[in-house]
């Protein structure tokens, strides 16, 4: 698997996915009903975020994920990011590998931290993922998350230094 900087070309790849993932209202906090047009523009990163894909050897785009200041000014030194694998190539490692990849560009591009503002807790791969990179859930905010199937579940806020 190769991760490398996302192109508009890669976008044709990377849409039907991530519009199944967000329509499923299961894990990522956008408009379940979400335009093509502001997916892309949400999703695809201006400097200084970024965005990755991951692709295997057919250059098959398997995930992705983005890196950008979680706020700006003041607190543009912590790095926010999200992920998102096709899930027709989960339980390959490409959260793994992507996550690995985002942390060592976060620290490459000078951030001191990185925060996820919204991980929901009914997500216990990724709960459990991120965890292992040495995130730690900061707090639970109650009721934060309507899950598609599960009504009002909670958000996690997680952290770790870089």
Excluded at 126 to 149: I, M
């Amino acid at each position: 698997m190769l991760i490398r900087e996302a192109t508009p070309e890669d976008w044709p790849a990377i849409w039907p996915f991530l519009h199944d993932i967000v329509a499923a209202g299961d894990t990522f906090t956008w408009d379940r009903d979400i335009s093509e047009d502001r997916a892309r523009a949400m999703w695809l990163k201006e400097a200084p975020g970024r965005t990755f894909v991951a692709v295997d050897e057919d250059g098959t785009v398997l995930g992705t994920a983005e890196i950008h200041p979680n706020q700006a000014g003041p607190g543009s030194h912590v790095a926010n990011a999200g992920f998102m694998v096709d899930p027709r190539h989960s339980g390959r490692g490409v959260a793994r590998a992507l996550c690995a990849h985002v942390l060592d560009q976060a620290r490459t591009d000078g951030y001191r931290a990185m925060q996820f503002n919204a991980v929901v807790e009914t997500n216990h791969r990724a709960v459990a993922l991120w965890r292992s990179f040495g995130f730690e859930v900061l707090t639970t905010v109650p009721e934060a998350f309507d899950h598609a199937e599960k009504g009002l579940v909670g958000l996690h806020v997680m952290y770790r230094k870089l």
